[in-house]
């Protein structure tokens, strides 16, 4: 399954885009949907003939594998209307809660000591599978830091499912970093915006594998 599932990537925004254009660049196929279909095309167009557009709907019923490239609150809106669709579905999140603050920042949208991972995972249809991943760097070094030689920058993960943790890494190693979990979603909050092991957070910037072991363990 690993080898040959289907990964649409929902959302053309910065993440969206890097996460896209990075699984290509590895070799693998990927959808790409967003409610803007001509997003999704011009995307597709830009990235060749590994790359694929669809509407959202389409993608859904189509892909194994969802990364959903959205803000916090729209991966709620997905879960709702297609809640059917997403029967037997591994789900990526890489959202992390914050919007603009009137200070030309950003700010957290829930509560300082809660996590995106943890709240969306309450809220996953019970029929498919959810991981938090592919969003503990920001957007420009999530396209700047992919495939560096000799050593990888690390992407963390966290996941409570243990059984989709050997496909997340695939999808991340494909994505030309190294993966590496941090434990399952309880610990999600610390490979979010402002979390220890988040780029905007005390971490500060991309890391080798094993630097990331050196900080996951302070």
């Given at each position: 399954m690993i080898q040959k599932s289907k990964v649409a990537v929902?959302?053309?925004?910065?993440i969206g885009i890097a996460v896209a254009t990075n699984l290509v660049k590895g070799g693998r196929a990927v959808i790409v949907a967003d409610r803007k279909i001509e997003k999704a095309k011009n995307l597709a167009e830009k990235l060749g003939d590994l790359a694929q557009p669809m509407e959202i709907g389409e993608a859904i019923k189509e892909a194994d594998i969802l990364v959903l490239a959205v803000w916090f609150d729209g991966i709620k809106e997905l879960f709702h209307q297609y809640a059917a669709e997403l029967a037997g579905k591994i789900i990526v999140d890489p959202s992390n809660p914050i919007a603009p603050d009137e200070k030309g920042g950003f700010k957290k949208i829930i509560g300082e000591k809660e996590s995106s991972g943890e709240i969306l995972s309450?809220?996953?249809?019970?029929v498919a599978k959810f991981a938090k991943a592919l969003g503990s760097l920001g957007a420009a070094s999530l396209a700047g830091a992919?495939?560096?030689?000799?050593?990888?920058?690390?992407?963390?993960?966290?996941?409570?499912d243990t059984?989709?943790?050997e496909i997340v890494e695939k999808l991340i190693k494909d994505s030309g970093f190294e993966p590496?979990?941090?434990g399952g979603l309880d610990q999600s909050i610390r490979i979010e915006v402002?979390?220890?092991?988040?780029?905007?957070?005390?971490i500060g910037k991309p890391v080798t594998l094993a630097e990331a072991k050196e900080k996951i363990n302070q």
């Open positions: 929902i959302g053309i925004g910065n309450t809220l996953v249809p019970e992919a495939f560096q030689s000799p050593e990888k920058s690390v992407l963390f993960y966290a996941s409570d059984s989709v943790n590496l979990r941090v402002f979390g220890d092991l988040h780029e905007f957070g005390a």
